[in-house]
């Protein structure tokens, strides 16, 4: 029995050489059937996804081609040399892998990428790819070694190429250019007023290596041309709505914050504010700071640039977006009109989600009972004639959505205003506001049906006190993705309302077309009819066309028109603008 087992350990050891030499072999021939080239299974903002990961030798950093082969304008003929390829029509940076797939950015393109291309390690990667594979074939081991995780040769290759930062840091894109305008106002005397400006749209990560992040869109005027400013647009208006925001966000930390005009994350009901908040984590759920700024977006229910605002607030969140989840924030505010205290309240916002198919979302203001100084005195300077709210509900706004399927859904949802409004009615026929059209009890739903086409509609009955009777509100939309094949989408809108503030209709047509991918074009037309004692504007219509060019891999080209008339609003306006986008 010691005889048997002694001459087993001598052909043991007899051989183990033989397999410590070829084990390295064996692994390289492994290695070596691994691809070098991988499918585009799915692209969505810019990012392509691979279907091949880490497993097939794919790293971080690695740039890969994308060609396209030429299809014959004819039937082949018989023996022809197949077609050759096009050339390079993209050009991918690998930015993320996963062990079966990886993420790509488009660095540069001349044709849109498609599900189903397929991509190319460059040469000087598969150059690298083969290095190492060579290196590793030839490296002779003194004796047998057990790797139990990662084998030392590889990462001994991978320490030895300097490695590129994150790609999350210091990137920006975004496009930044210079404009110019001019307005030909249509009133009596007739006037053409000239401007220069600029026009920024940025997103930078993890700006200077921090953990704060830029985004944002800004339009601006610096000089006038023509030695009067400009008179007042919707243009202008719109513009003014813009979001430019730099946020903290660190996952490696409990504190949060942000600045600019932004909305707060936890309670977008509070509409948007040019200021910033700060705040910081208890656990994974529960999320306190503060917050202040003004009202700067005239879209906004109580829009006042001299308004001031200022409050603290709690959030608790928890779940997860493949299944349930919850938010809920409420707070504190206090609000002020040149430094003179003017509502006290209390904001709740809730939200319950359940995968796409259910989601309830309220949001709710409480006031404090105040002093109300009429604006006589207020201006006058008399006597203090004040009169006292007793506070209550200020306003209020509940939807409920359900979704059973991807192509439908049906949506019930209550809407309730107790003061006037203060947005600029000059935007009602943008869309801007038609949150704040429809009060009262509504049901609406919206259904894809097949040919690309999209139905929606709201219906519902507004009931306030003082009323003599319920009025009906209603709303009409049609979508047509794609008009006859020509690449043409179709938007048509109608919607008659009453509201506390006003009552009206409204009638929208919007056309657009994208031709290539760097090629768009947009044609928007309305005409309203509004009665409110906030605006003595009853009637007007407009025409608003819209191109975006980029002729080169870092040129854009944009040019506008907008034809206006109506109330004080008669003027045409054209828009130039020619920049740089990265």
């Known amino acids: 029995m010691a005889v048997a087992v002694t001459r087993e350990r001598i052909i043991i050891f007899s051989i183990a050489p033989f397999l410590a030499a070829l084990l390295p072999s064996l692994i390289f021939a492994q290695r070596a059937v691994e691809p070098t080239s991988f499918r585009v299974k799915y692209i969505a903002q810019g990012a392509v996804y691979l279907d091949g990961g880490r497993a097939a030798g794919l790293k971080e ?229 503060v917050f202040a700024g003004t009202t700067p977006n005239p879209s906004s229910y109580d829009y006042n640039p001299d308004r001031r605002m200022g409050g603290a607030f709690v959030n608790l969140s928890g779940g997860s977006y493949e299944d349930f989840r919850y938010t809920t924030t409420f707070g504190v505010a206090l609000t002020s009109l040149g430094w003179h205290a003017e509502r006290q309240f209390a904001f709740l916002e809730t939200g319950f989600f359940f995968k796409r198919y259910f989601s309830l979302y309220e949001s709710l203001q409480v006031d404090a009972p105040h002093a109300i100084v009429s604006s006589s005195s207020a201006t006058m300077g008399s006597t203090n004639s004040a009169t006292t709210s007793t506070g209550g509900v200020n306003r209020s706004f509940l939807t409920l959505r359900y979704q059973p399927h991807r192509r439908f859904s049906l949506d019930l949802s209550h809407t309730y205003f107790r003061d006037f409004p203060t947005f600029d009615p000059a935007l009602m026929g943008t869309g801007l506001l038609d949150r704040y059209l429809f009060q009262g009890l509504n049901v609406g739903g919206r259904i894809e049906l097949p040919k690309k086409i999209t139905l929606s509609t709201g219906v519902g009955r507004s009931s306030r006190t003082g009323d003599a009777r319920s009025s009906w509100n209603q709303f ?15 938007d048509l809108r109608y919607s008659r309302f009453s509201s506390a503030f006003g009552s009206g209709n409204y009638r929208a047509l919007s056309l657009s077309k994208q031709f290539t991918e760097s090629l768009r074009w947009d044609l928007q037309g309305g005409l309203q009819n509004f009665a409110s004692p906030l605006t003595t504007s009853t009637r007007s219509h407009f025409v608003n066309t819209y191109l975006d060019w980029s002729p080169g891999k870092s040129i854009f080209l944009q040019a506008a028109y907008t034809w206006q008339r109506g109330g004080s609003m008669n003027y045409d306006q054209m828009i130039f603008t020619i920049g740089r986008r990265f």
Not at 95 to 114: F, G, L, N, Q
């Open 61 to 289: 950093g690695q740039k890969l081609l994308i060609r396209r082969a030429v299809v014959p304008a004819g039937p082949a003929s018989p023996g022809a040399a197949p077609a050759a390829p096009s050339g390079i029509i993209a050009t991918l940076n690998v930015i993320s892998v996963a062990t079966a797939s990886a993420v790509c950015e488009i660095a540069s393109s001349t044709e849109p990428v498609r599900v189903g291309d397929t991509a190319q390690l460059a040469g000087e990667e598969v150059k690298a790819v083969q290095e190492e594979r060579r290196l590793f074939g030839m490296r002779a081991y003194p004796q047998l070694v057990t790797f139990d995780a990662l084998d030392p040769v590889i990462e001994e290759a991978r320490a030895s190429v300097p490695r590129p930062p994150s790609p999350e840091i210091n990137r920006i894109r975004g496009r930044i250019g210079f404009e110019y305008s001019t307005v030909l106002a249509r009133n009596n005397p007739a006037t053409t007023n000239s401007e220069v400006g600029m026009v920024a749209r940025l997103e930078m990560t993890r700006v200077a290596g921090s953990y704060w992040n830029f985004s944002g869109y800004w339009r601006g005027r610096f000089t006038s041309l023509s030695g009067g400013g400009q008179p007042a647009t919707i243009t202008d208006m719109i513009n003014r709505t813009y979001h430019a925001s730099l946020i903290y966000d660190n996952p490696n930390s409990r504190w949060v914050a942000g600045g600019g005009r932004l909305y707060l994350p936890w309670a977008s009901s509070l509409d948007t504010m040019d200021g910033g908040y700060f705040g910081r984590k208890y656990g994974e759920r529960t999320t306190a700071g």
């Open 476 to 490: 009409y939309g049609v979508t047509l993705a794609e008009v006859w094949h020509t690449g043409v989408r179709v």
